[in-house]
Structures are given as C-alpha cells and as structure tokens.
C-alpha cells in the first residue's frame, strides 16, 4: 500500500505538472535579473524597459493602421496630488510604480490595487520619483532622504531599510535603482550643497555597500569642484560588462570661480565595471559647465553600422544641446551635433567635446544663452528606432538669461537663470549623421518621454495632456487622447494574454491604452 | 494636534481664502513676530525643503527654474498666507509652477519661513542674491538707440513715443528685460473660416494640435476641431523669436539702457 500510495503520489504530481506548468503561470517567482537583457513581451522588468535603454518595444499588435481605435483599458487613480514621473515595473502580471514616499502594486490586466507601501514622513526633497528595481521577489525603493529601502514584492512589507547617503548633508534619492546580476545599482541628487556625487553597488540581499564610486572629489578639496550627481538609471552591455552612467552639474552651479579646469567626471558618460566600481573610460559632454546641464539624459546602447562599419555605439541627447555618438568599448567619439539653438560654445575640440565660450558664463548683467538650465531634454527619455535608425528625442528648445555676481557666493546655485522663451518639440535625429528628419511641435514645454515600437509608431504626450500616438517614419499624428493632466512619465508597454498595452503617467493617474477586444 | 486647534486652523483657512480683505484687517492687529513664531517657522523650514526647495533654492533665493522669493511682491505683500497661498495651492502652471494642496497651518507655517527668510536676507544685504536694477546698467544709451532703429528692427513694429512711451515707469529691472526680449503673455488674435464660409475673430484662448478657442467681442468663448476649421492666427510678438538667436550679450544691454530713457 505505501507503494501505492508513493506510485499516486507521483502520478498526480505528473498530472498536476502536465495541467498546470504550460501556462507558466503558477510558480511565478519575482525576477530572475538574467532576463533583464532579453526581457520577455509580458514583461517590463527595469526602468528602461532592458539594458539598452532605447525604451523600444517589438511588439507590433497596435500599428499605424489600427492604432485610431486605441481605446481606455483601465485607469488607476493614485488619489495623489504628487504628479507621477515613474515608469511602472511590469513582473508577473503586476505594475509597481511610485511618487515620493509610495509604492502601489496594481493588477497589470484589472488596474487594481494589490498594495500600497507608503514610507514615513521625512524631510527630505520631494520633487519627484523615477520608480522601483526588482531582484528576484524583492523591490528597491529609493527615498526622499536618501535610503533605499527593500520591500517584499508580495505585500509591501518592508526587508531592510539602509541609508545611501546622509540628508542632513544635502543628499537625496529619486532615481529607479539599476539591478545587474548580484548588484543594486543606486544614484543620488543634491545640488543645493557643495557635496560629491556617486554611484553605490548594493548587494540584493543583505543592503550592504559592495563599492561606491566617486564622481568628485570629497567636499572641501581645494580648487576642486563638487558636484556630479548620479539621479537617472544608467544601462549595461553584458557582453562588455559595462555600466554606462551619466553625471551630473558640478558645484558651486552657476559659477565656475573656485574650481578651475575640466571639473571631472561632472557633466560625463562613464562606463565602469560592475563587479569593482572601477572606471573603464569617461566622455565628458560639458567640460568645465556653468548652466547647470547635468549629463544625466539616458545614454542609448545601440549596436548598428556607422559610417559602413559595425559598430557598439552608446548615444545621448545631452542637455547641453548636443547629440553624441560614441563607440562605448572605449569612449571615443563619432559624431557631435547640436540639435536644437545652442549658442554657449566656440566649437568641438579635436575629442569631440563641445569648448565652453567662456563669454558666456553666467555674469552680474546677465548672459543670454540656449538653452536655459532645463535644457534641450532633460530626464525624459528619448527612444531609438533600429528600423528607421531614428533617434527620437523630447526636446525643448529655449532661451534664457543667466546671472551670477559674487554676492551669490560660491555655495549651491550661486546664481540664477531667468527663462526667456521655450518650446516643446518631438524631434527625430538621423544617428549617422545628426540631421532632424522630422519634428513635431507639442506646445509651450515639454515633460512627457519616447516610446517607439516595432510597428512604426511612437508614443509620447503633448502639454495640454494630450496622448499622442505618431507615425514613426515622419511624425505625423494617429492617435490621440485628453487626459486632463500633463503626462511627466516616459510611456511603456508590454503584451498580456496576447493584448498590447501602452500604459502613461499623466497627472496622478495611471492610464492602460489597448486595442477594443474586438480589434485585436 | 488637538482637535479644536484643528477646526481652528480650518476657519482661519476658510476665512482667509473666502475673505481676503478680512486677512488685511489682521495686518495692523497682529505682526509677524507674533504668528511667525519660532516653532511654525521651522515647520515652515521643513514644508519649504521638501517641496520647493528644488526650484526655489533652501533659502528661497532662487534654484533651478524657480525665481527668488526674496525681492517677490507677492512675499512683501503677503499677511499670513493671504497672497502665498492662493498661488501655492492653485500653482502657475503657465511658468510652469505645479499646484501644492497644503492644508491652511501649512500654508501659514510655509508664509512664516518665507517672511522670517526675508528679514534675514535683508539684515545681510551683501549676501542677498537676485538680479538688481543697478545690474542691469552696463549698456549704452546711444548704441541701443541704434540697435532698435537699425540692426534689431524694433521700430517697424514699435514706437518710443507711441507705445513704449513710458514703458521704463511701467516695467523695471529683469521684468523689462524679460519682456523685452519675449513678451510672455502678448495677446494672439485668431481668425476662424468655418465650412459655412462665416468668420469668427476674436482673442486666441486656446491651441493644441485639435482644438483652437477664441474669446469673441462680446466676451464669450467658442472652439472648433482644429481640422475642421480654417484659421489665421497673428500673434505679432512671435518676432522677438527670431532675434533671440542674434543679439550679442551687448546688444541686450544696449537695449535695455536704451529703454530704460523711455520714461
């Protein structure tokens, strides 16, 4: 009998596996960071959707043809007055995504809410937050004073809480951690105070420092800059094994007086190892900055031929107003190209980096300079379409006037820039060669980011809330939604019981987009 | 907070929103020093940092994007929240400011840091930041005078004795600056051709990529599909755009002293 009852044991176990395990349903299992480079359609499993961060998608259900019956699946009403600048985690049929302080799990297919994680009320900067990391059944979240904070995927319940950085020093934490294998990659911001930028490798499952890398050296160093924050997820080549970062303004922001030279690695590209911390090579896009133009603007891997060679190309539209084209086995440059007005430089050095016209630093009477502090882009992310080779960026033409005397110091800001005129504009770069195919005004600003998809459509938003649905090819609009409230979140999507979903942030409500049933 | 406290700050709250003027009453009654206390200033402090010290600097000097609050009207003129709060809790979407839905003790304790900060900068002269009338003094009269009847011209569209006579007692310092080189908030008109062939002027209120709205003479607002409508739309300020990428720094200066003679 007992061998029996092993022989039925056995038996329902076959049958229970052979009924249930094609779905691939039941032993959902939080993320395996391995699929982050090849993230699955049902899936988008880190900020940028994988570690490319061309935030371009392949799937192809809604396409130019179909896409004028794009139609509300769902809405999620966060009930905040925060405006959400997340992009949503998208793991086993659950979103997860924040405001300063919260977290929500809603049902990817319903729009309901599984849980809500809110953290205590702390002193720390509350201007906005990027969205959560994921390993395995854990989440990252990054605070307002300057924690990180792991919470079980399941519930919400807090695992650790481990301080990044000391807030009374000035430091916060926005950003959406970058996970790569057994490290949780995590940034800071904080330019109101002369304190060093840096990035951390936290390990997954006990919240301890493994390496931290500094941008600046430590505050107080004579002649020397400060500064160099590390706010906006950086991405990763597996196969060179290389992080790829931006960094920020250096410090004092608008004067330059007490730290001569080319202030690195402010204002740069870095890539570094992310086993040790240590620093392959460096680009710096704004030697010796003055206007607050972080390099912080995501840096796009693509792999593609340039000038008829194959290349292993990192790309960013900088907020200094310049597209570069790199070739990230090693830093050297390719291509640099304005692309929008720009008018704060005496040229391209020979390393092709744009040479700061030390005319127009900010003075006592003001400098008149494109583009204001904001930047021709910003956080917002860009998107790369492989197909029309077209990199297409949220871009903000502008004009502004800079000030700086000394009785503004050389402590924080030490200065201010006064806007004159903007625009918003949806701009499509030709990588190869820097060239606008095409652009498409969006109003007075801009703060929504790029998706685009395999079927010749991006996804973005205009000023007055309006979803915009444009042909890839030559930005011509599909589609489009009023949603009541500006759209500051970067749109992403992803394909569940075979519907594809755009989802955006606009205001402080989450908006699911898909085809009727009926279309599909 | 003790629940009559509460009810308390709500009145007030109510009181000072509905019945602004009751708000200037307390003007002469009470004086900062006695709501602004040394508690509800810290509280203010907090409030500050976390939600607008981004753009307003820690001090409200002014950080990115986000002007300085010391040489602000509004804060000189502010009485307990009455002039602050409105505007933190509708925000300025047009500059890009968002709205802070702050309850009434918050606004006040955010009114008490910024009144507290002010004094503080003004006892500290030398270390007060902001852009000053006397620093933008460096140009030269003659060479704007130059520059707007020549190179920049100004004087197909405008007038030193029709309308910018007296344009430097209007408008002063930045303000003049900022408007000069781009008038924010000029008036567009718009001329709708609808199917029927009929037209419709008026005051351009509204433009996104489907919707144009107008307010008509008689103060009523219409919009039409964007494409189902012809339109014209004059919006003359538009032309300053085309100098901003021109001037020189010295140009702009120039021009300002210029402008600032038209008294």
């Known amino acids: 009998m007992r061998t029996l009852n092993h022989f039925h044991k056995a038996l329902f176990l076959i049958v229970f596996t052979l009924t249930f395990l094609p779905s691939g349903r039941l032993l959902a299992q939080g993320l395996d960071p391995a699929t982050i480079a090849n993230p699955p359609a049902d899936s988008w499993p880190t900020y940028h959707g994988d570690y490319s961060g061309k935030r371009h998608s392949p799937l192809t259900q809604i396409t130019p043809q179909n896409v004028s019956s794009l139609t509300l699946a769902w809405a999620f009403q966060t009930g905040q007055e925060a405006t959400l600048k997340s992009s949503p985690l998208l793991v086993n049929g659950i979103l997860y995504f924040t405001v300063p302080d919260n977290v929500w799990a809603v049902d990817a297919r319903s729009g309901h809410r599984l849980w809500r994680y809110t953290y205590p009320p702390n002193k720390g900067q509350h201007i906005g937050h990027r969205g959560v990391a994921m390993y395995k059944g854990w989440l990252y979240f990054t605070t307002p004073d300057a924690h990180l904070i792991s919470l079980d995927a399941q519930n919400g319940k807090v695992r650790w809480n481990i301080q990044i950085a000391d807030n009374e020093k000035g430091y916060w934490s926005t950003m959406s951690p970058l996970v790569v294998r057994d490290h949780v990659l995590v940034g800071v911001g904080g330019d109101l105070d002369n304190i060093p930028g840096f990035l951390k490798s936290i390990d997954p499952e006990s919240g301890k420092t493994q390496w931290q890398w500094f941008v600046t050296p430590p505050a107080g160093t004579p002649n020397a800059t400060s500064g160099g924050m590390t706010w906006m997820t950086g991405t990763y080549d597996p196969e060179l094994n290389l992080v790829y970062w931006g960094t920020g303004n250096p410090t004092p922001v608008l004067t330059g007086k007490t730290r001569p030279g080319d202030n690195l690695y402010t204002c740069s590209i870095v890539a570094l190892n992310p086993d040790t911390g240590k620093l392959a090579w460096a680009f710096q896009v704004s030697p010796h900055d003055t206007h607050d133009w972080d390099a912080v603007e995501t840096p796009v891997l693509v792999d593609a031929d340039f000038g008829g060679q194959p290349r292993k190309m990192l790309m960013q539209t900088s907020r200094n107003g310049y597209f570069f084209v790199l070739d990230r086995t090693n830093g050297k440059n390719l291509l640099t190209v304005p692309y929008g007005p720009v008018n704060w430089s005496l040229g391209v050095d020979k390393q092709g980096r744009p040479i700061p016209n030390p005319g127009k630093e900010p003075a006592p009477d003001g400098r008149l300079i494109a583009p204001d502090e904001g930047g021709l882009t910003n956080y917002r992310s860009p998107s790369f379409d492989p197909k029309t080779g077209l990199f297409i960026v949220s871009a903000h033409p502008s004009w502004s006037i800079y000030f700086a005397k000394p009785a503004d110091g050389t402590y924080g800001w030490a200065g201010a820039d006064y806007d004159v005129w903007s625009r918003g504009v949806i701009e499509a770069i030709d990588y190869q060669t820097g060239k606008i195919r095409w652009s498409h005004e969006v109003g007075k600003d801009i703060f929504a980011g790029v998706l685009t998809t395999d079927s010749g459509l991006t996804f973005t938003g205009d000023i007055a809330g309006n979803v915009l649905a444009l042909d890839t090819s030559d930005g011509k609009t599909l589609w489009h939604a009023g949603t009541g409230a500006r759209m500051d979140t970067s749109p992403i999507t992803y394909e569940l019981d075979k519907r594809q979903y755009v989802v955006t942030g606009n205001g402080g409500v989450i908006f699911a987009w898909a085809l009727p049933e009926s279309v599909q | ?263």
């Open chain 2, 1 to 263: 907070m003790a629940p009559g406290l509460r009810m308390k700050a709500l009145i007030t709250g109510v009181v000072l929103t509905t019945f602004p003027f009751l708000a200037a009453q307390t003007k002469t009654s009470k004086p900062v020093s006695q709501w602004a206390t040394p508690a509800v200033v810290e509280r203010g402090k907090s409030l500050f940092g976390q939600n607008c010290s981004f753009c307003h600097g820690r001090e409200g000097f002014g950080g990115e994007t986000g002007p300085n609050l010391m040489d602000s009207d509004l804060v000189t003129s502010d009485v307990r929240g009455n002039k602050i709060g409105p505007v933190v809790r509708n925000g300025r979407p047009e500059n890009g400011m968002p709205a802070f839905k702050l309850p009434p003790q918050q606004i006040i304790e955010l009114a008490a840091f910024l009144h507290a900060q002010k004094k503080k900068s003004e006892s500290h002269p030398g270390g007060r930041r902001g852009v000053s009338v006397s620093d933008l003094q460096t140009g030269n009269v003659e060479a704007g005078k130059q520059y707007f009847n020549g190179a920049g011209a100004c004087s197909s569209c405008h007038s030193p004795t029709g309308d910018l006579a007296g344009v430097a007692r209007r408008y002063r310092g930045l303000e003049l600056e900022k408007r000069m080189l781009y008038p924010k908030n000029a008036t567009a008109t718009v001329a709708v051709t609808l199917p029927s062939g009929q037209t419709v002027s008026g005051k351009l209120s509204y433009q996104d990529e489907f919707t144009i709205g107008l307010t008509d003479e008689s103060g009523w607002y219409q919009s039409w599909p964007a494409n189902s409508i012809k339109y014209a739309i004059s919006a003359p300020a538009e032309a300053h755009v085309e100098l901003l990428g021109k001037y020189t720094d010295d140009d702009v200066h120039n021009l300002m002293a210029y402008l600032q003679t038209l008294r």
